[in-house]
């Protein structure tokens, strides 16, 4: 069944919470205006909200506590806006310019539509729950992100409550040239994430066949629709979803204080 963009991006957000929910350890806490849901432990705090009646609460009462609730973590306060925000978007990015917040950065998702079976090449993802080996392949192609490596070393040994989150290895022969994940939740949406190409190894093709190869998996799980995010400005993954047929859906931005 044909789904209108507004429903499918209602359900890709509430799979993204469910994603974050089992892959960051994030901490709900209720509110009068509903919930906040505290993201990124060890890096930033992004705090997500769900208000039950939006129009009953001025965004300078919601954004008060906000505050405290990042004031209590000790964390610098962010928010992340997502299409549902877009009503009152402009009147909300007024008031956080003018409370210290300043734009850290947008996020592109890109979706690919009722995805075909792909050739992958000779490249083979071998699914893996050995944390250690996942973290040292990360930390080879992105050394810059300790805190995060940890935190995949973790997810990948002890997985995910909230979504089937699966990691794989890619090899070409015997040697590993990166690594890729999936994450798939219960109404078959699905999301690739941490992808990864070794620096000896780059600039051969490898993303769009490790892509291609998680996609078929994600497939083969039964997804019509498959999601990925990328940071506004990285042209090179930007490249690659369109290579891969995926299309620009939604952006998200992210403002820190």
């Given amino acids: 069944m044909d789904m209108s963009d507004q429903d499918l991006s209602a ?12 892959f960051f350890i994030p901490t709900f806490t209720e509110h009068a205006f509903g919930k906040i849901m505290m993201t990124y432990p060890g890096e930033f705090l992004a705090l997500i909200m769900e208000m039950d009646k939006p129009e009953a609460w001025e965004w300078k009462e919601v954004f008060e506590v906000l505050d405290d609730v990042a004031a209590r973590w000790r964390y610098n ?3 992340h806006f997502n299409m549902s925000w877009k009503q009152s978007h402009e009147v909300v990015k ?24 792909i050739d992958g090449g000779d490249i083979k993802l071998v699914k893996t729950n050995d944390g250690d080996v996942f973290k040292a392949l990360y930390l080879q192609c992105f050394n810059s992100h300790p805190v995060r490596a940890q935190m995949l070393g973790h997810t990948v040994k002890r997985g995910m409550n909230n979504v089937q ?24 949406i699905g999301y690739y994430h941490t992808l990864g190409v070794l620096a000896p190894f780059r600039r051969n093709g ?36 369109e290579k891969m047929g995926f299309s620009l859906f939604e952006d998200w931005e992210i403002w820190l204080k």
Avoid at 12 to 18: D, H, V
Avoid at 97 to 108: E, F, I
Avoid at 181 to 187: F, G, H, L, R, V
């Fill in 11 to 22: 359900r890709y957000w509430e799979m993204q919470k469910s994603f974050w929910l089992g």
């Fill in 77 to 79: 306060p962010g928010v």
């Fill in 94 to 117: 007024s008031y956080i310019k003018d409370n210290g917040y300043r734009h850290d950065k947008t996020v592109k998702n890109y979706l690919l539509n009722s995805p075909d079976f």
């Fill in 165 to 188: 989150n699966d990691f794989f290895i890619a090899y070409k022969g015997e040697e590993i040239v990166g690594f890729g994940a999936t994450a798939i939740d219960e109404q078959k």
């Fill in 206 to 241: 490898y993303a769009s066949q490790i892509v291609a190869g998680l996609c078929d998996h994600m497939k083969s799980e039964g997804c019509s629709h498959i999601f990925t995010a990328v940071e506004a400005g990285n042209k090179t993954s930007i490249a690659l979803q």
